[in-house]
Structure formats: structure tokens, C-alpha cells
């Protein structure tokens, strides 16, 4: 491989684009000092890739673009472009040769490098990766510029010996080292962790060993537990089967004592037929023995009771209007008293007003009188103020002018407010009359057509009172199977309610055994007005019953009575049946209450739920009830929650635990099985079973006596039917009257009213009118007053004094007209109130005097009335001494019909106890079904308990006490165990495997740590097995060619430590010909330099390179010294292609090629390429 040509363009002092073409061999580049020779280095570098802006002598990658003085041809980029020739015999010429170019363009944030590849962009790494491939490298002195020398020169041993590791390539060793030792640390460290972890883990397996024992101990004891309860729930369910048997047995008694109850029954039924049979026949006979007699005198009687009926509704109608016109003539009478005070008011006041407005009169005339001599005397003074007072003249004269028709207007609005003022009062006695007779009239219509309608429908009444009457009694038929049903209904599930309160009796002692017979007793309807137990009348979410029931406690036992007298009765009845103590809650006593400050703080606080009674559901008449149960109590999250804010406060928790004010704390685990659960849900569901039935039996025995009452009423009411008719009659003809009569007048007034509304608007529009035109009047008399104002002002600046004295009497004789038209004003409306009050008087002795003649009136009718009804009820006596005389008659037949009766009573009494014996055997029945049930369900339940627990049925244990020996001794011993681990086990497992893991861990980390040991030592051993092997090899190379380009003189690498030699110096001592050995840095400045040129070419011949490029390394050799580097090049070019920087002949005159370098206009570098031939003749190209 060759380097064929270097193409440059705008880099630093080519700004001409530039190619220069190179051929194999030994090329020097000469040409005077900065005229550029160093640019062509700098440019291959550029175009090999280098990434070091001073590798290539520039700050920075900018300075690589040409400056131009000429700032048009400066340009913002720069390329170099390099041919290489690969040699390829496989290949066409054409395809042996590779191009690769380098750009440099500015852009906005710096500049940008871009490379190609036979025209194609490739990255960096491409470039770098086809350098490799043909073997040029730019850090193994394949380039050797302007400084290099000297470097080696100035270079410690040590960096010297870093130097030639960084030639022999084992950098990587020490990437790999150092990798090797962080992973060994690493390692150590993860040991490190591991046997902490080892210990811990031991430690733990061995107190795991314990707990693993008790716990198996535990789960032994558990099998034998669960074993043992096994066996206790099937003992349990074996004498549940004989108590189903004994219920069997009872039934089949029962059901054949009610087959005799019945066959007595049927014996009772044919004697009562027997009996209803001859009372019949008895009935009849009453009737034939003078009944229709009998019949006639009653109906003469009744017919005497309806027209007593009349006249003593005559009476009553008279005595009521007669009282009713004597409270309107009372009235009437205080009224007319009240208004002559009135008037009497009115016509004091109307003289002390026309007094004092005469009194005004005199003084406005003698005011008038004084003006009137003023003016007279001042016009004969002064000709101009006579004018003035012309002009007032004419203007006093326009006021009274205009004050005579205000005086006139306001006579006349008198008289029309007068006129409006009777107008009105007419009107308001006319609409009073009216109102009062419209009433009257209303009331004698509305009571017209009641009587009618009742009239009327007297058939229809009757006939719908028959209705009633077979309706009533069907409905006391009903009601009474109803409630026969009912208190079925009641005593079976009292009855049950019962059996499952003495369930929990037996659980919980004499305190629910209290409950029971209280329950007991409101279930079979011994004692009225018990509600029930809070827990029957209350409900609640599952999720807060372990806090509401912890928290209500055995108060939720407590039952709920209406009254105290209730909760009396069944405190006897509990000291009768001995049957234990308990507390009762009246609803009309206990009361409720409220929370206390610090509850009302925690329930609004952080973690709380809310108050108790919060989540109760119940009805609003029980809150007092659940106040008594729960109080202020306050629902909190947890035991930390409670913690926090107790004491002062009461608290429970989700859980149950009861925090009290006082700070006393209670609570734990409480085990509620779900059997409890099923007992509790259906006792409550049959307590509202119970208080439904018992709510409808109460509304059904009110309701009862209701029925018979109201039956009994209508059939006296069928009797009284006949006695009304009469009195109807009367009444209709006496309201027919009053309608009659009272419509004309009706129409009468109306009309006058009408006409008096069509007046009172005729005098309201003369009123405006006369407003309207006053209004007018005012405002010209007000103009005019300004004018005289204006005047007067005029005649005082004349004549000051008289102005003064006239403007005076001008403002009193105003002040004074105005008080004139006040009193006038009022004078008027005065003597519209009287003539108003004396309207109304009339109006009310007129009144009174109507009044007293209908009174003198009605009080004969009433004195004719009461005799008449006096004659009429001693009539009355005599017909029944006429009907006592003739029932005396059928007395004996009457006397048999109540014999039978009594018989027929008796023998229903004995039907009614035997059905009640049958009724009884059927709840004994039905209450033993129901036990056989609730067996049943319980052995389903055990069934289920038993499917939950799970043992196995122990063979030879048949009794309970026996099991439950056992099964204390086994729950002793569990107790005895302590606190155990359940999960003991299972950790102790886990802790082994985690045991056993951690150790083959930490085993295989320890191979891997003695692994990575072995693999430093190797490669510490091959590190230094190589270095030596480039010391030796670099050492023998510079022997030799400091021996031939120093003309026999020798030089040799020195270790300062050849036992370590990878942490030794290296230096460099040569002998030049004729002298001693000494080190590099005592040498001359020329030998200096032959020695490190040696060294150069050394290390070169260790890694070989198809070109070199050397800038001027004989700057500092003699000329011998310097014609025999020049021979060394010459001969290496044999095999490379060599390029070198110099200024020196003797370089030149072992050169295959030269290129000169100039500077042609300061700014760019011209290049003339010269070929040596064989002869040493030069050829130059330009």
C-alpha cells in the first residue's frame, strides 16, 4: 500500500486548492522556514482522523481553515483528500485505490467534521477501523513531529517505561487487572454481607427450633381438640334424635284426644238445634197473644215522640234567635254611646276652631288696614316708589283675586267631600245590611237544603241504614275470626319466640331467663304496652356490631315498656315466677340527652367513626331509649385512635374494646359463633313478627267495641227514623220563609248600592277637578308673592325704612292667610265627621228599634210553643200506660223465650271451651312441630359445625362431660403452650432452605474471588512477559541503529529495577564513537537527538507501517550523522513509503522524490514536485 496523492483545499496556507502526487519511495519536503512544509504533515494527520486540534498545531479546529487578507475569498470550511493505492493483486487498478476525504464546515454552535469513503459519509469509527486495516497507526511513531525528539529527551524513566507499555499494547492487561480487582472487591464486600447473614441466619434457625417444636405441639393439640368437639357435636345430635322421637309421640296423643273434643262437640250442636227449634215456635206465639195491639199503641207513641221532636225544635229555634237579637241590640246599643261621645268631641272642637279662625279674620283686616295707610302715605313722597307700590297694588289685587277663587274652590271641595262623606256612609250601613242579610238568607238556604236532602232520602236512609246495619254485623264476624286467627298466629310464635329465649337463657343465666318470662308474657297477651328488648326494636350494620354491642352491652337486654305502670306489672310478675331481676325503660320517663364538649371534639377528630347512636337505626320515640343504652359513646378506627383521646370520653373501637371515661379500659377477643348469630336474627325477626300480630289484635279489639257501638246506634237509629220526619216539616217551612223573603230585599240593595257607587265616582271626578285647578291657583298666587318679594327688595334699596315696615306686615299677613286656610281646611272636615256621626246614629237607633219589635215577637211564638209541647208529653205518658198495661200479657211467654236463651248460651259457652281445649291441643301440636323444627334446624347447624370443625368422632365417648373433661385438659395444656407461632414451621423451613442458599453462595463467590486471583497473577505474568519481550526487542533494534546512523557508537535501554520491571525506570545510555557510556540527559544537544532518532526507528521496526512521516528529526544532527539517517531512510523505504520534513542535503540526497514548498504572496503555499532520477539529476514539476 502506497499513499498516491494528498489533495488540499482552504487548509491553513493552502488556500488555493492544491494536489500533490506522491510516488513510492523516500520523499523530502524542503522549502524555507513557514512557508508551509509542516501543513502537509498537519493535513495527512487531519485527513487520517486525528481528533487533537494540537496534534495538528491549532487552538482549536477553526484555525485549520485559511485566512485570507481578502475577507471576500475567506471561506468557512476546509477538506483534504488523500488517495491510497491498497497494491491488491486480486484487483483491477481501479478498484485497488481508496479515497478518503475529511471536512471541516462551520456551523452555528461550532464545526462539524465529515469523512467519506470513496465519496460515501462514513464516522470516525469507519475511518479507524480502515486504518487498521492497512496497518497505519498514529500513536506508534508512524508520524513523528516537530517536538517528539525533544519529548523522548525530557521524558522520566517512568513515563519512558509507560511509554513503552503503551507500544507493547498492554494497556488491555491492565483494563482486565483492574476490572479483575473492582470484582474482587466486590466480592469481598458481597462476603463480607454474607457471613453477617450466615451468623443472623443461624441464630435465627436456632430460636426457630423452639417455636417450631411448640408449634407442632400446638397443631397436635388442635387435631385432638377438633377431634374432641367432633365427638361432643354428634353426642349432641344423637339426643337431638331422641328428643325429635319424644315430640312424635306427644303429637300422636293429642291428635287423638281432639278426635273426643270433636265428637262431644257434634253431641252439643244437636241439642242447641233442639233448642233455637222451640224458641221459634215461642215466638210466634207471642205474636198471636195481642202483639198487633201492642204494635199499634207503639206506633201511636212513636208518632207522639216525632211531633214532640218539632215543637221542641220550635222552642229551641226561638230561644236562639231571641238570644241572637238581644247580643246584636247589646252591641248596638254600646256603638250608638261610643259614637254620640264622638260627636259631642267633634262640635266642642268645631267651636274652638271657628273661634280662633275669626280671631285670624280681624287680624288680617286690621293688618290689611295698617299696609293700606303705609303705602297711602310713602306714594305722596316719592313718585318712583308710588310707582312700585302701583305695581304691588295691582298685584296685591291679582292675589285676592286669585284667593277669592281658591276661597271659593275650597267651599266648594268642602261641600263635595261633604257629599262624599254621606255618599260613603250610606254606602257602608247599605253593604253592612247587605252582608248580614246575604248570611242570613246563606244559612236559612244552606239549612233548606240539608232538611230537603234529608227529607228526601228518608227512604234511602233507611234503606242504607238497613245496609249498615247486616254490614256492622258481618264485620263483627270477621273481626272476631280475625282475632281468633291472630292469637293463633300469636301464641305460635310466642311460643317460639319462647324456646329461643330460653336457648339463650341457658347460655347466658337468670338474666335472659328474666327476658323470657317478660317476652313471655307480652307473646301470650298477659300484659299490654311491652315493646320488646333494645336489640328487637333497633338494627344495624354488620361492620360496627362488635362496637354497638360492646359498647350498648347487657343494655341491649333491657326492655322498652310504654309507661310505668306497664313496667309495674311485670316486676310482679317477675317476683311471682321468681324469675329474676331486670331493667325496664318506660317511654313516658326516661329521657334523652346530649353530648358532652369533649365527646363532640373527638367525633369531629381523626380517626373517629362517628357517635354510637349514629349508626343505630330505630324509631324517633325510642331516642331516648338508645341515649339510655350508648350515651355519648364515641366510635374510633383502633386501640392507638382510642389511646390517644381517652379518658374524659367514652370510646369503642371497630373491634369492641371500651375505652370509659374514667380511664378504665375493656376489651379482648370474644368469640360469636355464627349458630349465635342465626339465634339472634331470627328472635328478633319473630319479636316484629309479635309486635305486627299484637299491633293488629289492638286495633282489632278497639275497633271491636267501635262495631257493636255504632251497631247499636243504628239500630235504634231504624227505630228514631219515623220521629224525625215530623220536625222536618216545621224546619222547612220556616227556612222556606226566610229564603223567600230575604232575596228581594237582597236585590233592593244591591241596586242602591250600585246607584251609590255610580254617585261616590260622579263626586270623586269633581273632587280631582277641583285638586287640579286648586294646584293651579297656588302656583300663580306663588308667582305673584315673587314678584311682590322683587318689588319690595326694588323699594328697599329706594326707601329702606318704609320698605322694612311694609315687608313686616306683608310676612304677618301671609303667616296669617296661611293659618286661615288651615283652619278653614279643618273646620270642613269637622263638619264631615259630624254629619257622618250623625248618619251613623240614626242608622243605629233605627236598627235597635227593628231589633226590639222582632224580639217582643218571637218571645209570644215561644210562650205558645212551650204549652203546646207541655200538652203534647202528657199525651206521651198516657200511651205508654197503655203499652205497659198490655206487654203485662205475654210476660209468661217472654219468660220461656229466656229460659231457652239461658240454656242456648250455656251450651255455646260449653261448644266455645271445647274448641278452645281443641285450640290449645293444636298449639301443643303445632308447638311441638315446631320444636321437631327447631331441632331439626339445630341439627342442621350442627351438621354444618361439624363439617366446619372438621375432627374425626371418637370411638367409646357417649357422654358430653366426659368429652369436655378432655377437651379442658387439651385447651389446659394449649393454654399452657403460650403464645405460639403458627408460622414457626413453615419459617424454620424457609430459614434452612435460606440457610443452605447462603451458604453454597457465599462458597460459590469464594471460588469465584480465588478465580479472579488466578486470573490477575496470569495476567500480571503475561503483562511483563510481553513488556519484556518489546524491551528486549526494542533494545537489539536500537542497538543496532544507533550503531549505523552514529557511525560505531552504541546504545542501550537500562531497567532500574529488573525484578519489577513493571514498576522500574527506564533509561537510555549511549557511547557515541570515542567516548564513554552515559545517560540521555548528559549527552550533547546533537547526540541527544541521534539517540532518541534511534529509539524512534527502533520502536518503528516493531510495528511496521506502509508509510512514515518524519518533520525535520535531523534539525539537530551534524552532517555526517545526518547524510547516515538519510541513508537509513533511503533503506526502509524499500519497504515503506517514507516522507521527512528537512532542510538538510544530505537528506536530499538520498530523496526518490522532493517536494518543494514556497510562499508565494505571504498568504499561500506553492508546491513544485521534483523527481530524482538514478543519474541524481532532479526532474521538477510544478
Given at each position: ?318 230561644q236562639e234567635r231571641i238570644r241572637s237579637i238581644s ?379 267501635q262495631v257493636e257501638s255504632e251497631f247499636d246506634d ?370 550533547s544537544g546533537g547526540e541527544k537527538s541521534l539517540t ?91
Open positions: 500500500m502506497f499513499l498516491e496523492s494528498l489533495e488540499l483545499h482552504n487548509f491553513k496556507s493552502f488556500g488555493i486548492r492544491k494536489r500533490i502526487v506522491f510516488r513510492k519511495g523516500f520523499t523530502v519536503i524542503s522549502g524555507p522556514n513557514g512557508s508551509g512544509k509542516s501543513n502537509i504533515g498537519d493535513s495527512l494527520l487531519f485527513v487520517l482522523g486525528t481528533r487533537s486540534s494540537k496534534a495538528v498545531r491549532a487552538e482549536r479546529l477553526g484555525d485549520l481553515i485559511h485566512k485570507s487578507s481578502d475577507e471576500k475569498r475567506n471561506r468557512d470550511y476546509c477538506s483534504v483528500t488523500v488517495t491510497l493505492d491498497t497494491e491488491d493483486p486480486e484487483k483491477l487498478p481501479e478498484d485497488r485505490k481508496i479515497i478518503l476525504k475529511r471536512e471541516l464546515v462551520a456551523e452555528m454552535d461550532g464545526y462539524k467534521s465529515n469523512y467519506y469513503i470513496n465519496g460515501q459519509r462514513v464516522r470516525h469509527s469507519d475511518v479507524a477501523d480502515l486504518l487498521d486495516s492497512l496497518h497505519i497507526y498514529l500513536d506508534s511513531y508512524s508520524f513523528v513531529l516537530q517536538g517528539d525528539i525533544n519529548n523522548i529527551v525530557k521524558m522520566t524513566g517512568f513515563e519512558r517505561r509507560k511509554l513503552l507499555e503503551s507500544i507493547s499494547g498492554i494497556e488491555s492487561f491492565d483494563i482486565q487487572i483492574e476490572k479483575a480487582q473492582g470484582d474482587i472487591l466486590s466480592i469481598s464486600e458481597n462476603l463480607g454481607r454474607l457471613e453477617v447473614l450466615l451468623d443472623q441466619t443461624r441464630k435465627r434457625r436456632q430460636d426457630l427450633e423452639a417455636e417450631k417444636d411448640v408449634a407442632e405441639r400446638y397443631e397436635q393439640l388442635s387435631t385432638a381438640i377438633r377431634n374432641l368437639r367432633m365427638t361432643m357435636l354428634n353426642i349432641e345430635k344423637e339426643g337431638m334424635q331422641r328428643e325429635i322421637a319424644s315430640h312424635s309421640r306427644n303429637i300422636e296423643q293429642l291428635m287423638q284426644e281432639i278426635g273426643e273434643i270433636e265428637a262431644r262437640i257434634t253431641s252439643m250442636n244437636q241439642q242447641l238445634g233442639f233448642l233455637e227449634g222451640e224458641n221459634r215456635d215461642l215466638k210466634q206465639r207471642l205474636e198471636v197473644s195481642g202483639n198487633s195491639q201492642l204494635r199499634e199503641i207503639r206506633e201511636q207513641i212513636e208518632n207522639q215522640r216525632v211531633t214532640i221532636a218539632e215543637t221542641g225544635i220550635r222552642v229551641e229555634n226561638s247580643d246584636q241590640m247589646e252591641a248596638d246599643n254600646r256603638d250608638l254611646e261610643k259614637t254620640s261621645r264622638s260627636l259631642e268631641w267633634l262640635q266642642s272642637n268645631l267651636a274652638e276652631n271657628s273661634k280662633t279662625l275669626d280671631e285670624i279674620r280681624s287680624s288680617m283686616g286690621r293688618i290689611s288696614q295698617d299696609l293700606k295707610s303705609i303705602r297711602d302715605k310713602n306714594s305722596r313722597s316719592s313718585s318712583e316708589i308710588l310707582k312700585k307700590q302701583e305695581e304691588i297694588k295691582e298685584k296685591d289685587s291679582s292675589i285676592r283675586e286669585l284667593n277669592s277663587q281658591m276661597d271659593r274652590l275650597i267651599e266648594e271641595r268642602d261641600r263635595i267631600q261633604a257629599e262624599r262623606s254621606g255618599v260613603v256612609g250610606e254606602l257602608g250601613t247599605l253593604e253592612e245590611k247587605k252582608k248580614d242579610l246575604e248570611f242570613q238568607v246563606r244559612d236559612a238556604a244552606w239549612r233548606l237544603k240539608e232538611i230537603e236532602k234529608d227529607a228526601g232520602s228518608s227512604k234511602e236512609n233507611n234503606e242504607k241504614l238497613s245496609f249498615r246495619y247486616y254490614d256492622l254485623k258481618r264485620r263483627l264476624e270477621e273481626l272476631r275470626k280475625r282475632k281468633d286467627v291472630l292469637q293463633a298466629e300469636l301464641n305460635t310464635a310466642g311460643r317460639e319466640h319462647t324456646q329461643l329465649q330460653s336457648q339463650v337463657s341457658s347460655r347466658s343465666g337468670s338474666a335472659n331467663r328474666a327476658v323470657t318470662t317478660i317476652l313471655g308474657a307480652r307473646n301470650q297477651n298477659k300484659i299490654q304496652g311491652i315493646h320488646g328488648t333494645i336489640r328487637e326494636l333497633v338494627s344495624f350494620p354488620d361492620e360496627f356490631r362488635p362496637a354497638i354491642e360492646a359498647a350498648a352491652g347487657a343494655r341491649l337486654n333491657s326492655v322498652v315498656v310504654e309507661d310505668d305502670g306497664v313496667a309495674e306489672q311485670c316486676l310482679d310478675l317477675l317476683k311471682r315466677e321468681r324469675a329474676g331481676k331486670m331493667t325496664f325503660l318506660p317511654l313516658n320517663k326516661v329521657l334523652g340527652g346530649r353530648p358532652r364538649g369533649k365527646a363532640i371534639t373527638v367525633r369531629s377528630s381523626e380517626g373517629s367513626m362517628g357517635y354510637v347512636f349514629e349508626k343505630i337505626s330505630f324509631d324517633p320515640k325510642y331516642e331516648g331509649i338508645i341515649w339510655y343504652a350508648v350515651q355519648d359513646t364515641v366510635i374510633v378506627r383502633d386501640v392507638p385512635t382510642a389511646r390517644k383521646y381517652m379518658v374524659g370520653v367514652r370510646l369503642v373501637t371497630m373491634d369492641g374494646d371500651i375505652f370509659e371515661a374514667s380511664g378504665a379500659i375493656t376489651g379482648g377477643f370474644q368469640d360469636r359463633g355464627k349458630s349465635q348469630e342465626n339465634l339472634d336474627a331470627r328472635i328478633s325477626e319473630l319479636s316484629a313478627k309479635i309486635r305486627e300480630i299484637s299491633a293488629e289484635l289492638d286495633a282489632i279489639n278497639s275497633e271491636i267495641p243504628i239500630s235504634q237509629k231504624l227505630r228514631d227514623t219515623s220521629r224525625t220526619e215530623g220536625s222536618r216539616s216545621a224546619e222547612i217551612q220556616q227556612w222556606r220563609k226566610l229564603v223567600d223573603e230575604g232575596k228581594p230585599k237582597l236585590e233592593d240593595l244591591a241596586s242602591r248600592i250600585s246607584d251609590l257607587n255610580r254617585k261616590l265616582s260622579e263626586v270623586d271626578g269633581k273632587l280631582s277637578g277641583n285638586d287640579r285647578e286648586s294646584k293651579e291657583i297656588r302656583v300663580r298666587i306663588s308667582r305673584l308673592e315673587s314678584d311682590k318679594s322683587a318689588i319690595f327688595d326694588q323699594i328697599r334699596e329706594i326707601s329702606p325704612q318704609f320698605a322694612e315696615k311694609e315687608s313686616a306686615l306683608e310676612t304677618e299677613l301671609t303667616s296669617l292667610r296661611s293659618r286661615e286656610a288651615d283652619f278653614s281646611a279643618e273646620i270642613v272636615k269637622i263638619g264631615n265627621d259630624i254629619s257622618h256621626m250623625k248618619q251613623k246614629s240614626d242608622d243605629i237607633r233605627a236598627r235597635i228599634r227593628s231589633n226590639s219589635e222582632e224580639r217582643t215577637r218571637l218571645e209570644k211564638d215561644l210562650e205558645a210553643s212551650q204549652s203546646t209541647l207541655a200538652q203534647q208529653k202528657s199525651d206521651l205518658e198516657k200511651l205508654r200506660a197503655v203499652e205497659s198495661e198490655i206487654s203485662e200479657k205475654s210476660r209468661e211467654i217472654v219468660d220461656a223465650l229466656n229460659v231457652n236463651e239461658s240454656e242456648i248460651s250455656r251450651i255455646k259457652e260449653s261448644i266455645d271451651a271445647e274448641k278452645a281445649g281443641i285450640g290449645t291441643k293444636n298449639d301443643l301440636i303445632l308447638s311441638s312441630r315446631l320444636k321437631i323444627e327447631n331441632i331439626q334446624a339445630r341439627m342442621q347447624d350442627l351438621g354444618q359445625q361439624m363439617t366446619e370443625v372438621g375432627g374425626e368422632i371418637l370411638p367409646g365417648m357417649r357422654y358430653i362431660q366426659e368429652a369436655k373433661r378432655e377437651l379442658d385438659a387439651r385447651n389446659a395444656e394449649l393454654v399452657a403452650l403460650g403464645p405460639v407461632n403458627q408460622k414457626a414451621v413453615a419459617e424454620y423451613q424457609q430459614v434452612s432452605a435460606d440457610l443452605d442458599s447462603l451458604t453454597g453462595e457465599m462458597d460459590s463467590l469464594s471460588q469465584e474471588k480465588a478465580d479472579l486471583e488466578k486470573l490477575m497473577e496470569r495476567l500480571n505474568h503475561q503483562k511483563e512477559k510481553i513488556f519484556m519481550e518489546m524491551y528486549g526487542a526494542i533494545n537489539e533494534n536500537m542497538k543496532s541503529i544507533y550503531g549505523e546512523i552514529s557511525g560505531g557508537g552504541e546504545a542501550s535501554l537500562e531497567m532500574s529495577n529488573e525484578s519489577d520491571p513493571l514498576n522500574s525506570e527506564i533509561f537510555i545510555r549511549a557511547r557515541p564513537k570515542g567516548k564513554s557510556f552515559s545517560k540521555l540527559e548528559a549527552l532518541a532518532l534511534s529509539f524512534i526507528l527502533a520502536v518503528q521496526r516493531i510495528n511496521p507501517s506502509p508509510l512514515y512521516y518524519l518533520d525535520e528529526v535531523d534539525m539537530f544532527l551534524d552532517g555526517s550523522n545526518a547524510e547516515r539517517v538519510g541513508k537509513m531512510f533511503k533503506l526502509n523505504s524499500n519497504t515503506s513509503q517514507v516522507f521527512s520534513v528537512s532542510l538538510r542535503k544530505a537528506m536530499l540526497k538520498y530523496a526518490d522524490h522532493v517536494v518543494v514548498v514556497t510562499s508565494f504572496d505571504g498568504e499561500n503555499t506553492e508546491i513544485f514536485e521534483k523527481s530524482v532520477s538514478e543519474s541524481g539529476n532532479m526532474e521538477v514539476q510544478s
